[in-house]
């Protein structure tokens, strides 16, 4: 690996951690991250055997400690030209205080530490979700600013992010997808002062093992509505994703910082046009 080479990290390498290290890891070194050592070395074997140069390293985003090692490590190969954040918890995979700690202080922590090592014209996207839009969650000025810009290690202490009061994992999940894209928004400011930009993708359903998983969960039933009712009619690829990311992380988009792109198929327009009703859901 040449010093020299740019560096693209990919956090989290399930379905669309994959799908963005392909569409965008030609010709830079391209540092896989995942909790999940045999979710690694398979991805990485795989994007190697297509040419990709590729090193890996496990973390926990949900530990300060470890997101800090990653992000050392990836500024010891070379400028940190993009950084994709896909690391995530789906709600039928894990409880309150799981969703919380990975999906929203996860995003927080890694705003943070890459910040320190993103080098200037650098870009980085974080994977929310269009649940950030259906969440019944509103946050008052003061909820909204604590959001924002507490620090990543006061968040998960926050009163109204404590599992008393979030009903259940579904509800954990949408409100930490709507924070992901409040943390952006304040992390854009930070990031601009290094030259950098840092936006949110909110992806509909797309078809990953997450997914598939949530399809034959309780909210089945009424994910499969959504599409029927949605203009596009049909799950998302994981290629969707990994061409939205492309923009955002490249050479068109440099206008383009703190704010969201939606990439759901038009399901949230349909819930907003009355094609789809959601009263009785917040997921
Ligand atoms: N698939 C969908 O329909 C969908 C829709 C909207 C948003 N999303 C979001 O997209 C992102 C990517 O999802 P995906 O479908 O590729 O899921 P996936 O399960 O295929 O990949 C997620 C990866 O994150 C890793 N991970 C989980 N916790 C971690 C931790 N603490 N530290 C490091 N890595 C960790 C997992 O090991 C896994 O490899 C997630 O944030 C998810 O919430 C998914």
């Known amino acids: 690996v040449s ?28 540092l896989l991250a995942d909790f999940n ?24 985003v949900s530990k300060e400690d470890s ?7 990836a500024a010891n190969l070379g400028p940190v030209v993009q950084i994709a954040h896909t690391a995530g918890l789906s709600p039928v995979q894990a409880s309150v205080p799981a969703i919380i700690a990975v999906d929203l202080v996860g995003v927080a922590i890694v705003l943070d530490e890459f ?8 870009a980085a996207v974080v994977i929310s979700s269009m649940a950030g839009a259906f969440s019944t969650f509103s946050p008052d000025a003061e ?30 999940y949408g409100l930490a997808k709507r924070c992901n894209q ?31 998983e949530e399809l034959s969960g309780p909210s089945g039933d009424f994910m499969r509505l959504m599409i029927e009712k949605s203009g596009a009619q049909r799950l998302g690829t994981t290629e969707d994703i990994a061409a939205a990311a492309a923009f955002l992380l490249g050479p068109e988009s440099t206008f383009v ?21 959601v009263s009785a859901t917040d997921s």
Not at 67 to 73: E, P, Q, Y
Not at 150 to 162: I, Q, V, Y
């Open 3 to 30: 010093g020299s080479q740019q560096v693209f990290v990919v956090i989290g390498v399930g379905g669309m951690g994959k799908a963005i290290a392909r569409r965008a890891g030609s010709g830079k070194t391209v």
């Open 37 to 60: 050592e045999t979710t690694l070395h398979a991805a990485a074997t795989e994007l190697r055997a297509d040419g990709f140069t590729v090193e890996t390293r496990t973390v926990d």
């Open 67 to 73: 997101v800090r090692s990653l992000a050392k490590a």
């Open 115 to 122: 910040a320190e090592v993103v080098a200037p014209g650098g």
């Open 143 to 172: 909820q909204l600013h604590a959001l924002m810009h507490s620090p990543s290690g006061e968040l998960a202490a926050l009163p109204f992010l404590s599992s008393e009061a979030i009903d259940d994992s579904t509800s954990a």
């Open 182 to 212: 409040l943390r952006v928004q304040a992390a854009s400011t930070v990031w601009g002062a290094r030259g950098a930009r840092v936006n949110t993708i909110s992806p509909g359903i797309i078809s990953t093992p997450m997914a598939h």
């Open 257 to 277: 910082t703190g704010t969201d792109l939606l990439v759901d198929g038009g399901v949230v327009a349909a819930s907003r046009n009355g094609a789809l009703s």
